[in-house]
């Protein structure tokens, strides 16, 4: 028997992840939903985009949607079209909160001015760029189709069309000493403008680096020791220049926050839509956990056939309660520990709070429990411990 959770959400707000699986080439590190195809239908796609978009409002009546986020892939692979025939759905189904931010991921190579200038009038207002480094050298290992010269101009164009524009790095790569990334970071903040994600490279399973390391073939990656220091000074150069961590890999200033990763991170409900896109939204009072076929082809004749989601299950308190700890922990602001109690009176063992408390990994006080600069480090074991 599954609890109702009527207004949880609320605490999170409502938002819609688009997600566009189509890449130039696959990047060796990359473990999302991307596929390499020569050519792409855009009119199918943004019709059954549409479709799905229609199917889940009719789903979320009444809400109020505060953020669009079209990831991938490279969704700046799509035509503005698609784009905008996306939005004009997303208008049509909910109301657009006064102050919605409409997130675009963007790939150097497929950035120019004139298909920015389309994205901004079908109501695109910020734009994420997967720059991922500022040395010509790691760009070609870890497989980036762009040279650090289209980065930059890349970078200018977003600036000059979009007022908000976020870009992301990896740290901790091959041969990459603590010095280099001193100096890499320090360029980085001064192009920065309002919000940066710095993700240490970590070598997942499926990937054609996952391969190589196994054959011994992935040379020269950091000791976990110069790991640890290239984070530590990642928060002390960020937050030197006014764009601290406001969770474990994102940082800016206050107010220039992704809007639509807090709604993940305050444990919000938010639809996904497009091939392998994930979802939680909150139906008649019960919480359902959604996920899409995976396969473009499999999902683009289920969403045209009616509905594209693979997974559609419903989440008891103590599921709900773990995965907001899991994602609340993230942001240096913690969870709301009456909130979590709410979902499973179970959650937070005493003992165990206070014993990581007293390693120093945790902090608790007015009502919440968060991880402390030293858990951040640890935060997977962390977590582990503190879920049942």
């Known amino acids: 028997m599954n609890a109702r959770f009527d207004e949880d959400w609320r605490h999170g707000g409502f938002g819609l992840y688009v997600h566009w ?141 979009f007022d908000r524009v976020s870009f992301d790095l990896i ?48 040379k020269g990656l950091p000791e976990e020791g110069l790991a640890a220091d290239m984070y530590d000074l990642t928060q002390e150069l960020c937050e030197a220049a006014g764009m601290p961590a406001y969770e474990v890999s994102n940082h800016a200033p206050s107010g220039s926050e992704s809007r639509h990763n807090l709604i993940y991170w305050h444990y919000g409900d938010y639809a996904g839509v497009g091939p392998g896109a994930h979802g939680r939204m909150t139906i008649d009072g019960i919480k359902y956990a959604t996920e899409a076929w995976t396969a473009p082809g499999k ?10 989601d693979q997974v559609f299950d419903p989440l008891s308190g103590a599921d709900q309660a773990g995965e907001y700890m899991m994602m609340g922990l993230r942001v240096t602001e913690g969870i709301d520990v009456d909130r979590l109690r709410r979902l499973s009176p179970k959650a937070l063992p005493e003992n165990t709070c206070r014993s990581l408390e007293d390693m120093g990994l945790l902090w608790r006080g007015d009502g919440r429990l968060g991880v402390t600069k030293q858990g951040r480090l640890l935060l997977n074991s962390v977590i582990a411990e503190l879920l049942p």
Not at 177 to 195: F, I, K, T
């Open 171 to 218: 740290y901790a790569r091959q041969d990459q000493r603590l010095e280099d990334w001193r100096a890499e970071l320090g360029e980085a903040l001064s192009m920065a403008v309002d919000h940066l994600s710095l993700y240490q490279l970590t070598i997942e399973q499926g990937t054609a680096f996952h391969d190589r390391a196994k054959r011994g073939g992935l």
């Open 21 to 161: 699986p189509f890449c130039e080439a696959k990047c060796p590190y990359c473990d999302f939903n991307s596929h390499v195809v020569a050519q792409v239908d855009q009119a199918r796609w943004a019709r059954a985009l549409v479709r799905e978009v229609e199917r889940v409002g009719r789903l979320t009546p009444g809400r109020v949607l505060n953020s669009v986020f079209f990831g991938g892939g490279t969704p700046s692979l799509m035509a503005p079209e698609t784009v905008a025939a996306v939005l004009d759905a997303v208008r049509r189904t909910w109301t657009l909160a006064n102050d919605i931010e409409i997130t675009l991921e963007a790939n150097p190579r497929s950035v120019e001015a004139g298909r920015f200038r389309g994205f901004v009038e079908a109501g695109v207002n910020r734009v994420s760029m997967g720059i991922q480094s500022l040395r010509s050298d790691d760009l070609r290992r870890l497989g980036r189709l762009h040279t650090v010269a289209e980065a930059r101009q890349a970078f200018d164009v977003a600036r000059s069309v």
């Open 299 to 308: 999902w683009i004749e289920q969403a045209e056939a009616g509905s594209g």
